[in-house]
T-cell receptor, first 115, second 113 residues
Framework: ETGVTQTPRHLVMGMTNKKSLKCEQH?????MYWYKQSAKKPLELMFV???????ENNSVPSRFSPECPNSSHLFLHLHTLQPEDSALYLC??????????????FGPGTRLTVT | AQSVTQPDIHITVSEGASLELRCNYS??????LFWYVQSPGQGLQLLLK????DTLVQGIKGFEAEFKRSQSSFNLRKPSVHWSDAAEYFC???????????WGAGTKLIIKP
């Protein structure tokens, strides 16, 4: 595997379910990100981790719970979601923090549908 | 607050024709500017970036962009589009020492045969 991988690619879940999204980067990067991409809206940064430590939580509801066990893996745990949470969830990584200097590499995303 | 505007939600261009996608930003000083492309079912890929220096920057896949401070713009251009360029294009800016990217809403490029 190369680059940034995400599993599953598609997920349908009910509002009472609990599921997790997984992201893995094979680039040796130190920073990882979760973004939410909704149609016709700018990407929304959700969480940022640097060296496994969370550095940013952009007022994300607690029904989204991130986990970063090491610099290569990032999870997004989901529970009691709402239909408006349906979106494409993108994971990205960069060598370090510093958006002006370090390119972010994106995974293909998980298309989440909440029914 | 910093913001990025991509005025065109979608643009249709004939194959072989030239392309210009617009991007305007709101920030007092010189920002760091990026263009990303997202092909269907894929993540985002960096096309090019501007930090300083020459205001005309070259990117991958034959794209270029020009930074115009007076117009607060960073428009993306390609002299001749190919059907494989059909995708969604995103402009983004990093302002100051903040590492966070501020994104535009994207422009979907449709190629007519």
């Amino acid at each position: 595997e190369t680059g940034v991988t995400q599993t599953p690619r598609h997920l349908v879940m009910g509002m009472t379910n609990k599921k997790s999204l997984k992201c893995e980067q094979h680039l040796g990067h130190n920073a990882m990100y979760w973004y939410k991409q909704s149609a016709k809206k700018p990407l929304e940064l959700m969480f940022v981790y640097n060296f496994k430590e969370q550095t940013e939580n952009n007022s994300v509801p607690s029904r989204f719970s991130p986990e970063c066990p090491n610099s290569s893996h990032l999870f997004l745990h989901l529970h009691t979601l709402q239909p408006e949470d349906s979106a494409l969830y993108l994971c990205a990584s960069s060598q370090d923090l510093g958006g002006s200097m370090y390119e972010q590499y994106f995974g293909p995303g998980t298309r989440l549908t909440v029914t | 607050a910093q913001s990025v505007t991509q005025p065109d939600i979608h643009i249709t261009v004939s194959e072989g024709a030239s392309l210009e996608l617009r991007c305007n930003y709101s920030y007092g000083a010189t920002p760091y500017l990026f263009w990303y492309v997202q092909s269907p079912g894929q993540g985002l890929q960096l096309l090019l970036k501007y930090f300083s220096g020459d205001t005309l920057v070259q990117g991958i896949k034959g794209f270029e962009a020009e930074f115009k401070r007076s117009q607060s713009s960073f428009n993306l251009r390609k002299p001749s589009v190919h059907w494989s360029d059909a995708a969604e294009y995103f402009c983004a800016v990093v302002a100051g020492s903040n590492y966070q990217l501020i994104w535009g809403a994207g422009t979907k490029l449709i190629i007519k045969p």
